[in-house]
């Protein structure tokens, strides 16, 4: 019986309203892909798992920690490794939020985290990094909805 093949990924980018910073999580240098590299939550889409259902999986997985779904930022093509179909992942990007910014522990897949402010992305991150298109369209979209749209965030709700 084959394991067959992942389809589907997720991104949860994490964001603390109370001091408008993005979670980053540093790969830990023994892993076999993009070791030293910055990072949000991401993972594959398991067979028979929805994507919120991956997204909630990685995120406990990762950082110890459930979060909320804020909104859809957008799709994305996930590569993990070379550029061969067997590598390719179709995905999503997620904007989240957690309860308690402090309470983060990390898995053995990162070894280094740290709360950006949105402002110091752009220092942060190199021109290039795949991330700071995300960052930057999650930040229109909280940015930009109006009021009634805007998704809203309470420490004390789950």
């Given at each position: 019986?084959?394991?067959?093949?992942?389809?589907?990924?997720?991104?949860?980018?994490?964001?603390?309203?109370?001091?408008?910073?993005?979670?980053?999580?540093?790969?830990?240098?023994?892993?076999?892909?993009?070791?030293?590299?910055?990072?949000?939550?991401?993972?594959?889409?398991d067979q028979g798992e929805s994507y919120e259902e991956a997204l909630?999986?990685?995120?406990?997985?990762?950082?110890?920690?459930?979060?909320?779904?804020?909104?859809?930022?957008?799709?994305?093509?996930?590569?993990?490794?070379?550029?061969?179909?067997?590598?390719?992942?179709?995905?999503?990007?997620?904007?989240?939020?957690?309860?308690?910014?402090?309470?983060?522990?990390?898995?053995?897949?990162?070894?280094?985290?740290?709360?950006v402010p949105a402002a110091s992305i752009p220092h942060f991150l190199p021109d290039t990094?795949?991330?700071?298109?995300?960052?930057?369209?999650?930040?229109?979209?909280?940015?930009?909805?109006?009021?009634?749209?805007?998704?809203?965030?309470?420490?004390?709700?789950?």
């Amino acid at each position: 019986m084959s394991a067959g093949h992942f389809l589907g990924g997720i991104a949860a980018l994490i964001w603390d309203a109370a001091t408008d910073s993005y979670l980053l999580l540093r790969r830990a240098p023994t892993k076999d892909v993009g070791p030293g590299q910055w990072e949000c939550v991401t993972g594959r889409v398991d067979q028979g798992e929805s994507y919120e259902e991956a997204l909630h999986r990685e995120v406990q997985e990762e950082i110890g920690v459930s979060a909320q779904i804020q909104f859809i930022i957008g799709t994305t093509h996930f590569y993990r490794g070379p550029a061969r179909p067997e590598n390719e992942l179709l995905g999503v990007f997620y904007a989240c939020a957690i309860a308690d910014p402090t309470a983060v522990t990390l898995s053995p897949e990162h070894d280094q985290m740290r709360w950006v402010p949105a402002a110091s992305i752009p220092h942060f991150l190199p021109d290039t990094h795949w991330l700071r298109p995300v960052i930057a369209r999650a930040e229109l979209i909280r940015r930009h909805l109006p009021a009634e749209l805007r998704p809203v965030f309470r420490r004390n709700e789950f």
